[in-house]
Structures are given as C-alpha cells and as structure tokens.
C-alpha cells in the first residue's frame, strides 16, 4: 500500500526514480544553502553601500555593483533551490 502523506505523482516510483529525486532535492538543498550564505554577505555589503553611493565619483561605485550582483545570486539561487527542493523531505 502507498505512503498517503506523499504526493500521488511520489507514491509508485522505482528505486532508481527515489534516487534521482533524493539527488534533485539534494541540489535544491545547496542551492538554498549558496542563497543563505550570500544573503549574509550581501547585509554586510549593505553597510558600505549608502556610503558608496554617496561617497564615489560618477559611476564607480563598487559596493553597489557587488551588492546588487549578489541580490541576483540570491534571488536566482533561492528559486531555483525552491524549485528543486519541492515535495516532501526524506526521513532519514
């Protein structure tokens, strides 16, 4: 009898299916795990960018360039991680 807390798409898969989602989910994992990290680094950039902004001649603004590359980093990995890591966890 299939497990009725999974998804019904989970409920009848192979082993070979339950490792490559295991692995899916896996990756799902690091990359909100990369999202994480950057999002501590992008509020340390935070200090420095007000004073950037406010502080540098013309467009050399480097702080902000480097906080808004990592905003995309977060944004692109926590969809992504969200995406992939989607479904029940596994119970280990």
């Not at 299916?17 to 935070?46: M, P, S």
């Not at 603004?61 to 969809?79: D, K, L, N, R």
């Not at 992939?84 to 280990?92: A, K, N, Q």
Request: glycine share 8%; proline share 9%; net charge negative.
């Amino acid at each position: 009898m299939p497990n009725p807390l999974l998804p019904p798409e989970e409920r009848h898969l192979t082993p070979d299916q339950v490792e490559a989602l295991d692995k899916r989910r896996d990756l799902g994992h690091t990359f909100l795990v990369i999202a994480g990290q950057f999002a501590v680094i992008a509020t340390v950039l935070l200090l420095w960018v007000g004073q950037d902004l406010t502080y540098s001649p013309g467009w050399a603004h480097p702080m902000a360039y480097y906080f808004i590359v990592a905003c995309g980093i977060i944004f692109v990995m926590g969809v992504a991680g969200l995406f992939l890591r989607r479904g029940l966890p596994r119970v280990d």
